[in-house]
């Protein structure tokens, strides 16, 4: 059965203060502390962990995982906080911040790229730019603050994917730190030769971690993953958008007609395009976000029947892709941002007429009732379904969806809470409309988490999930790395919850109204003040000096 375990105690954290060789701890009522676990979704904001561990090294995440195990303390990883169903925190335990281990180095060569397990994409695309080769393309995210690990744990699918892949597929090696606290180094080329049963047990290890999820297994601090050139001999690449906005002359039928010749056309791997439906200042717009790995004339080429149907574009020529800015939401630490979001893995040809048009009245309908809409599909296709000619197999990695044409992420945001079950309402009913295109009726992304989905086993995994409950059993038997929506033990953990409010789960008083879905303003006010009933202010204790830092 499931246990979110003990919460951790004052004396319980000094001790392990005691044994972390390099890192900080913080406590409630601190800055430092307030922004470690600051998130963007107001949904998730509310819990209150016990401390946040500030891992410097390797060592750190060691010892913190150990004292986790030891002490039955529910303990959570965070990077980039991305994580869309919050659980980079939790209620109580422990957090491990494991930003610090940002290294980032190309090799010599240029073949491949060394990267800290709490890297953000930033930081990757950064050190690309800096190097002196500036050819070289990695399969990342799209927004410069999303972790390197949550995204490829999860899968990754990236810009470049249709030409070199997955992102988790191009991994070359990585470290963990295990749920004995064990760091094990998993190199997929060594691990092919190696004929042992414990080589065989790291081979399945490796598999998990190639899109299993994040915070499973253990916790990442290395990533190697392999670098390409990009096509074009001048290192060039094509960014931008093609803009409908929707509210003028006759665009919205210009965009409908539109996306019936891009779901009936086959588009070279070189391009890929991300379908958008968003409020661009005010206005109603409809985009289709153009990545062409090569040059603009190529791209005009490829794209030339797309711009029979009137868009505005932004098209650019660049030497280097660094991120798309849609992609990074501003969030603040004043932030009372809610949002709520499903997801839909499509096949090719599944982007209908009728589907479009519904996406596009959805988007209309959550602006009408006072929210943000955002809905997003992504482009898949060649590299992500085929390798070297051959059809890629729906096991050679847990995201079980290789015939993949699109991603759909659907998402609601808002800002006062008594809009809270509209916009559940509404996300409801386009999942329900998403899964009559879904491959199986059912296929989704877990990098696009869906805490409301019941199905999430099969949604995410399909016929992967027994295998990675294999692997979680031979690695974490005692279960030190759990969550409400994380892989289960073989036969075991088979009830745990799912809860999209976690608002109902804080201490608050029975006075206030917890109806289903909704945060009441009182509560939202009631929860900042929650942090006190978690532990006393011990402000942070930090290794410089090993004294208690009241208000660091």
């Not at 972390?20 to 502390?33: C, D, E, T, V, W």
Request: charged content about 20%; overall charge negative.
């Amino acid at each position: 059965m499931y246990s979110e375990g003990i919460k951790a105690t004052r004396k319980a954290l000094t001790d392990l203060h005691q044994a972390l060789p390099a890192g900080s701890i913080l406590f409630p009522h601190s800055k430092a502390y307030e922004e470690s676990v600051f998130i963007g979704n107001s949904l998730y904001r509310w819990n209150s962990p016990a401390a946040v561990v500030q891992a410097v090294n390797e060592a750190d995440v060691q010892e913190t995982v150990k004292f986790a195990a030891q002490q039955n303390i529910q303990l959570s990883v965070r990077s980039g906080a991305h994580g869309f169903g919050g659980f980079c925190l939790n209620q109580g335990g422990i957090v491990l911040d494991i930003r610090s281990l940002n290294q980032v180095e190309v090799r010599p060569d240029g073949k491949e790229i060394s990267i800290g397990g709490g890297a953000l994409w930033g930081d990757v695309y950064r050190t690309l730019h800096a190097n002196s080769n500036k050819r070289l393309a990695i399969t990342g995210a799209h927004g410069a603050t999303v972790g390197v690990g949550g995204f490829l744990l999860g899968g990754g699918v990236s810009t470049f994917s249709r030409s070199y892949g997955m992102g988790a597929d191009n991994i070359l090696e990585l470290t963990i730190v295990t749920a004995d606290g064990s760091l094990v180094t998993l190199n997929k080329e060594s691990l092919e030769k190696d004929t042992t049963e414990e080589g065989q047990r790291k081979r399945d290890l490796f598999w998990a971690l190639q899109g299993g999820g994040g915070g499973n297994f253990g916790v990442v601090t290395h990533f190697q993953v392999k670098l390409y050139e990009f096509e074009d001999l001048e290192g060039t690449v094509v960014t931008g958008e093609l803009t409908w906005y929707l509210d003028e002359n006759d665009q919205e039928s210009q965009f409908q007609s539109m996306m019936t010749k891009w779901n009936e056309t086959s588009w070279p791997s070189q391009l890929s395009g991300d379908v958008l439906w968003v409020n661009e200042q005010g206005k109603r717009s409809a985009k289709l976000g153009i990545f062409y790995n090569g040059n603009m004339q190529k791209c005009n080429e490829a794209i030339r029947p797309l711009l029979e149907f009137s868009p505005t574009s932004t098209l650019k020529e660049e030497v280097l892709m660094q991120y798309n800015e849609y992609s990074d939401e501003p969030f603040t630490t004043s932030s009372r941002v809610f949002s709520h979001n499903t997801s839909a893995v499509l096949a090719e040809g599944q982007m209908t007429p009728d589907l479009t048009k519904y996406l596009t009245g959805w988007a209309k309908e959550v602006t009408n009732s006072g929210g943000e809409p955002f809905v997003f599909c992504n482009h898949l296709g060649y590299a992500t379904k085929e390798k070297n000619g051959q059809k890629i197999d729906n096991n050679a990695t847990p995201f079980p969806w290789r015939e993949a044409e699109f991603i759909c992420l659907l998402r609601a945001s808002w800002s006062h809470t008594k809009q809270s079950d509209k916009m559940f309402d509404l996300v409801a009913q386009g999942k329900t409309e998403l899964n009559k295109y879904a491959l199986h009726g059912k296929a989704a992304y877990v990098n696009y988490l869906d805490k409301s989905l019941e199905n999430w086993r099969e949604a995410y995994f399909g016929d992967n999930y027994p295998k990675l409950q294999q692997v979680k059993s031979a690695w974490d038997p005692d279960n030190v790395f759990r969550f409400a929506m994380g892989i289960e033990r073989s036969g075991k953990d088979l009830n745990m919850p799912i809860d999209p409010n976690p608002a109902k789960n804080a201490t608050i008083p029975e006075s206030f109204d917890l109806s289903k879905k909704a945060l009441t303003d009182e509560v939202f006010a009631y929860i900042s003040k929650a942090r006190k009933q978690v532990v006393p202010d011990l402000g942070a204790l930090q290794k410089k000096d090993r004294t208690v830092c009241v208000g660091c």
